[in-house]
């Protein structure tokens, strides 16, 4: 196996774990850990929004750092604040202790992205480049797919498997310090701060904010929805989260389908997925309809992300981790608001008119296209 696939493989493998273990797996056992330490629903609501505050704070510092220290000491960084904050989790023994550990993972996922797609852009030929940062971004899929079975493994004994999430993120930590290659061009970072709102950046903040936004539908509200619709357990949800994140791994197709068919193309078609989906899993009759949706969301979002990633890298070629940065803290803050939006919505239209609103906003994501005069609009050799 090549130094590039070793590479390409490690950063796939931490970002699964900083994205599914470090963040997404607490929604999974948070009933048996707000049990077991006596957290209300508004302190879990809390805590859970510690972690996104966590995700846009360190994506911020993640491309500042990753500028001024180099993408391998921010990836190994990335890694040892998720495994710090799994064991602390695993460790926790009050609602005080809990939160503070969530905020400490949440900060591991905002920082493990700048990195790899600097690393990416300094060491890999430009051909390359899109597959690698899309098959890298997958691995939130792959975090998804692995955190919902083991839920339903450990079942009640939380401790136990954030302990074996801590171990897991340990070594995937070791493996991107052995695999990232140790330097990067010496342009890349040189300006510092923010770049420069170009046209093509202020329409991919637009297009990713209210995606982001439409998103929580699924993300915030897909185990409610399919609850008061189909009347569906814990357990159903976690199949739907299983789903959701098996089929979120064909997101590392998403450099090959715009090498092909262009941002746009990919943009437009992903995106009328994702509204597709939306509606299916708000107004689902039956279970078939509900999965198939939660199917076609993951391969929607993750898509989705790689083109903003790939977007983002593109409108900033000499600084890659800030692109990256722009598009993902887009996406996050496009959930923040999205979240109480919808439960509004949801509380007062009912299900179906709040799914067809989110659905309408993923389509109207569109409305912002790539720069036509950009070089990199059309297919890529």
């Given at each position: 196996?090549?130094r590039?696939?070793?590479?390409?493989a490690?950063?796939?493998g931490?970002?699964?774990?900083?994205?599914?273990?470090?963040r997404?797996?607490?929604?999974?056992?948070?009933?048996a850990i707000?049990?077991?330490l006596?957290l209300t629903?508004s302190?879990?609501?809390l805590?859970?929004g510690?972690s996104?505050?966590?995700y846009?704070?360190?994506?911020?510092?993640?491309?500042v750092?990753?500028?001024r220290?180099g993408?391998?000491?921010?990836?190994?960084?990335?890694?040892?604040?998720?495994?710090a904050?799994l064991?602390?989790m695993?460790?926790a023994q009050?609602g005080?202790a809990?939160?503070?550990?969530?905020?400490?993972?949440g900060?591991?996922?905002g920082?493990?992205?700048?990195?790899l797609?600097?690393s990416?852009a300094?060491?890999?030929?430009?051909?390359r480049?899109?597959?690698?940062?899309?098959?890298?971004n997958?691995?939130?899929?792959g975090?998804?797919?692995?955190?919902?079975p083991?839920?339903w493994?450990?079942?009640?004994?939380?401790?136990?498997?954030f302990?074996?999430?801590?171990g897991?993120?340990a070594m995937a930590?070791?493996?991107i310090a052995?695999a990232m290659?140790?330097?990067?061009?010496p342009?890349?970072?040189?300006?510092g701060?923010?770049?420069?709102?170009?046209?093509?950046?202020?329409r991919?903040t637009?297009?990713?904010?209210?995606?982001?936004?439409a998103?929580?539908?699924?993300?915030?509200?897909?185990?409610?929805?399919t609850?008061?619709?189909?009347?569906?357990a814990?357990?159903d949800?976690?199949?739907?989260?299983?789903?959701?994140?098996?089929?979120?791994?064909?997101?590392?197709?998403?450099?090959a389908?715009?090498?092909?068919f262009?941002?746009?193309r990919?943009h437009?078609v992903?995106?009328?997925?994702m509204?597709s989906?939306?509606?299916?899993?708000?107004?689902?009759?039956?279970?078939?309809?509900?999965m198939?949706g939660?199917a076609?969301f993951?391969g929607?979002?993750?898509?989705?992300?790689g083109?903003?990633?790939?977007w983002?890298?593109?409108?900033?070629?000499?600084?890659?981790?800030a692109g990256?940065?722009?598009?993902?803290?887009?996406i996050?803050?496009?959930?923040?608001?999205g979240?109480?939006?919808?439960?509004?919505?949801?509380?007062?239209?009912?299900r179906?008119?709040?799914g067809?609103a989110?659905?309408?906003?993923?389509?109207?994501?569109?409305a912002f296209?790539l720069?036509?005069?950009h070089?990199?609009?059309?297919t890529?050799?």
């Amino acid at each position: 196996m090549s130094r590039s696939t070793l590479f390409i493989a490690s950063g796939f493998g931490l970002v699964a774990t900083c994205y599914g273990l470090a963040r997404f797996a607490f929604g999974l056992f948070l009933p048996a850990i707000a049990s077991d330490l006596a957290l209300t629903a508004s302190f879990s609501g809390l805590v859970s929004g510690g972690s996104f505050l966590g995700y846009c704070i360190a994506i911020i510092a993640s491309a500042v750092l990753t500028e001024r220290f180099g993408p391998r000491a921010v990836a190994a960084l990335a890694g040892t604040i998720g495994t710090a904050g799994l064991a602390g989790m695993a460790a926790a023994q009050t609602g005080t202790a809990m939160g503070l550990a969530v905020l400490i993972a949440g900060l591991s996922t905002g920082l493990a992205s700048p990195p790899l797609a600097a690393s990416v852009a300094a060491n890999l030929n430009r051909h390359r480049q899109d597959r690698a940062n899309t098959v890298i971004n997958a691995g939130a899929a792959g975090g998804v797919a692995l955190s919902a079975p083991a839920a339903w493994i450990f079942g009640d004994d939380w401790r136990f498997a954030f302990m074996l999430f801590a171990g897991t993120a340990a070594m995937a930590t070791l493996a991107i310090a052995l695999a990232m290659p140790r330097a990067a061009r010496p342009d890349i970072g040189a300006e510092g701060g923010f770049p420069s709102f170009s046209l093509e950046l202020k329409r991919l903040t637009a297009s990713a904010l209210v995606m982001g936004v439409a998103s929580t539908a699924v993300w915030s509200f897909g185990g409610e929805l399919t609850r008061k619709g189909l009347g569906w357990a814990s357990g159903d949800v976690g199949c739907l989260w299983l789903v959701i994140g098996i089929f979120g791994l064909t997101g590392g197709l998403c450099g090959a389908a715009v090498q092909r068919f262009g941002l746009d193309r990919v943009h437009v078609v992903f995106l009328t997925a994702m509204a597709s989906a939306i509606l299916s899993i708000a107004v689902a009759a039956n279970s078939i309809i509900a999965m198939a949706g939660g199917a076609v969301f993951g391969g929607a979002y993750m898509m989705l992300t790689g083109v903003y990633l790939v977007w983002g890298v593109r409108a900033v070629p000499e600084r890659p981790a800030a692109g990256i940065m722009i598009g993902f803290l887009a996406i996050a803050i496009g959930q923040t608001a999205g979240a109480p939006l919808f439960g509004f919505l949801l509380e007062q239209s009912g299900r179906m008119m709040a799914g067809v609103a989110f659905a309408l906003l993923a389509v109207a994501a569109a409305a912002f296209p790539l720069q036509r005069a950009h070089p990199f609009s059309a297919t890529q050799p």
